[in-house]
């Protein structure tokens, strides 16, 4: 079965950049995704076909996708910020799979 | 706006079924897939299989494949997961979540508010 690998902890000042990877073999080949979760609350999408954000989040996210590895970026952190984050990825022979989260630290 | 409501927590015993439901509203039910994710306590988030509202079609993971039944009610924009031979383990937070397509691929762009099965003898 196909695997994504992410790092279990990041953590970052407020208003630095955070890096968040999540990598598969040939990851770069699919189309991945990743999800906010905070204590309590359902996930929510904040990026989407590799790069795409949806409406209501904020720009600072954003995401790519090459090679073995997607990255989801952070630009400027905030508090809010805090949360598990998980890469999803899809293709029509591994239909949806799911990275084991990281969790993000904002101190 | 969109909207999807599951059922409220269930306690099983080992051995036992759960059918937990997933009532859609707020856009066209048959125009979106729903697929179920679960979460065990203090752990990630795993897939376990997407329904289409529009014909009923399933798709399991291999790992639920003999023990998961996902179903659709068209006249309730409700999707139903059952799943069978309750074990320990299998004590998770399960959510339903649409699936929007975009571009031949999908992402899970509405959540329900998750169900909490929990599997004590």
């Known amino acids: 079965s196909y695997e994504l690998t992410q790092p279990p902890s990041v953590s970052v000042s407020p208003g630095q950049t955070a890096s968040i990877t999540c990598s598969g073999d040939?990851?770069?080949?699919?189309?991945t995704g990743w999800y906010q979760q905070k204590p309590g609350q359902s996930p929510v999408v904040v990026i989407y076909h590799d790069t795409k954000r949806p409406s209501g989040i904020p720009e600072r996210f954003s995401g790519s996708n090459s090679g073995n590895t997607a990255t989801l970026t952070i630009s400027g952190a905030q508090d809010v910020d805090e949360a598990d984050y998980y890469c999803q990825a899809w293709d029509s022979s591994t239909d949806w799979v799911f990275g084991g989260g990281t969790k993000l630290t904002v101190l | 706006q969109v909207h999807l409501v599951q059922s409220g927590a269930e306690v099983k015993k080992p051995g036992a079924s759960v059918k937990v439901s997933c009532t859609a509203s707020?856009?066209?039910?048959?125009?979106?897939?729903i697929s179920w994710v679960r979460q065990a306590p203090g752990q990630g988030l795993e897939w376990m299989g997407w329904i289409s509202a529009y014909n009923g079609n399933t798709n399991y993971a291999q790992k639920y494949q003999d023990r998961v039944t996902m179903t659709t009610d068209t006249s309730t924009s409700t999707v139903y997961m059952e799943l069978g031979s309750l074990r320990s383990d299998d004590t998770a937070v399960y959510y339903c979540?649409?699936?929007?397509?975009?571009?031949?691929?999908?992402?899970?762009?509405?959540w329900g508010q998750g169900t909490l099965v929990t599997v004590s003898a």
């Open positions: 707020g856009y066209t039910f048959s125009l979106y897939g």
């Open positions: 040939k990851l770069g080949d699919k189309y």
């Open positions: 979540a649409r699936v929007h397509y975009y571009e031949s691929s999908g992402y899970f762009d509405y």
